[in-house]
């Protein structure tokens, strides 16, 4: 399985890693169907946009296997699960937002959503392709304290509710920083973020959203994200 290729420029270790799944030892296989799916989303967005900016386009979270993505508190709907999302994130000189319109503009796609960030660039893109059914065209917002989270912006070609993907519906929760020295507070969900600010071992914060290894925080002084694993949660009564 691991020399299978998901495309061109997406190896099967890009297509199916997730932080969560090794330090758990979790398996993170797809199946035929799964990776077919996979398969396709790379050659109808991937692929494409790849090609037109010429620049490597970083995978944040490919497939993620049901038991995965109930342990990072996904949608039990997410299109991670079926191998038809994908979030990814540009590099180099190419925007967040370059990738976002572009895909907007010249490729087919079930859902793309524009994840938190600003008006001017989201922190990263979902986007997905399926070919169970007619892709929708829905285009959403994830916005930070929005109730709820993500925001249709075009509701496609068929009207309903927005299903979330990745980011837990839940309300939000509440945790305690355990770490021996400071945790990092991060503008995206990523080491390579920048740090918008340091917390305190002990420190009690709002949990406001999870994605992958991260959770989306809120205290009194900061908002961002910090690595899930320096969080203890509170237990619920
Ligand atoms: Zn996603």
Not at 4 to 24: D, F, L, M, P, Q
Not at 115 to 136: A, L, M, Q, Y
Not at 163 to 179: D, L, N, Q
């Amino acid at each position: 399985m691991a020399t299978v290729k998901i495309s061109k420029h997406i190896t099967y270790k890009e297509g199916t890693h997730s932080n969560t799944a090794t330090r758990r030892r979790m398996r993170n296989d797809p199946n035929e169907e799964e990776l077919a799916a996979m398969k396709l989303v790379a050659k109808k967005i991937f692929e494409p946009l790849r090609i037109h900016f010429d620049a490597p386009i970083r995978i944040i979270s490919f497939f993620r296997s049901a038991a995965l993505n109930k342990t990072i508190g996904g949608s039990r709907t997410s299109q991670h699960c079926k191998g038809e999302a994908v979030d990814i994130e540009a590099t180099g000189d190419i925007t967040n937002k370059q990738l976002f319109d572009y895909i907007k503009d010249n490729l087919e796609f079930d859902q793309l959503i524009w994840e938190f960030g600003t008006s001017k660039n989201p922190d990263w893109i979902h986007v997905s392709f399926t070919s169970t059914k007619p892709n929708r065209k829905r285009i959403l917002k994830a916005v930070k304290d929005g109730n709820p989270v993500y925001q249709v912006v075009e509701a496609g070609i068929e009207v309903e509710q927005p299903e979330e993907e990745g980011i837990t519906k839940k309300k939000s929760k509440k945790g305690i920083v355990a770490v021996k020295t400071l945790l990092n507070v991060r503008k995206k969900p990523s080491t390579e973020a920048k740090m918008v600010g340091q917390l305190k071992n002990g420190k009690k914060i709002k949990i406001v959203g999870e994605e992958n290894d991260w959770y989306n925080i809120k205290t009194s002084k900061y908002s961002g994200w910090v690595s899930a694993k320096y969080v203890k949660l509170y237990k619920k009564k």
